[in-house]
């Protein structure tokens, strides 16, 4: 059984930042690939950003690259995203989402077996 809890997110103004977590629990030792996707109103479900179970290797979406990065802490069970130069077009609800297993990136929802709740984000102009 795995469980993700996201927190962090919240109301910013443009040119801010903030930086979202997510928490993990399972009942293995794995670390397994996460990723961070988001979702604004109206809009599919996209792609944000992916790392790998040592953090060795992310993947960033263009929309955000040099504006985000994607880091993990495995002693904390714990990723995170941070979010610099948001802009309003970065208001979406983040989901944290993390597979049963692997070694790579994935930048696709199917890839992922567990997700979280979500965490709002909005940026105000």
């Known amino acids: 059984q795995v469980q993700l809890v996201e927190s962090g997110g919240g109301l910013v103004q443009a040119g801010g930042s903030l930086r979202l977590s997510c928490a993990v629990s399972r009942r293995t030792f794995s670390n397994p690939p996460m990723g961070w996707f988001r979702q604004a109103p109206g809009k599919e479900r996209e792609f944000v950003a992916a790392i790998n179970w040592s953090g060795g290797s992310t993947s960033i979406a263009d929309s955000v690259k040099g504006r985000f990065t994607i880091s993990r802490d495995n002693a904390k069970n714990t990723v995170y995203l941070q979010m610099n130069s948001l802009i309003p077009e970065d208001t979406a609800v983040y989901y944290c989402?993390?597979?049963?297993?692997?070694?790579?990136?994935?930048?696709?929802?199917?890839?992922?077996?567990?997700w979280g709740q979500g965490t709002q984000v909005t940026v105000s102009s």
């Open positions: 989402a993390c597979r049963g297993g692997g070694s790579g990136t994935y930048d696709y929802e199917t890839a992922y077996a567990y």
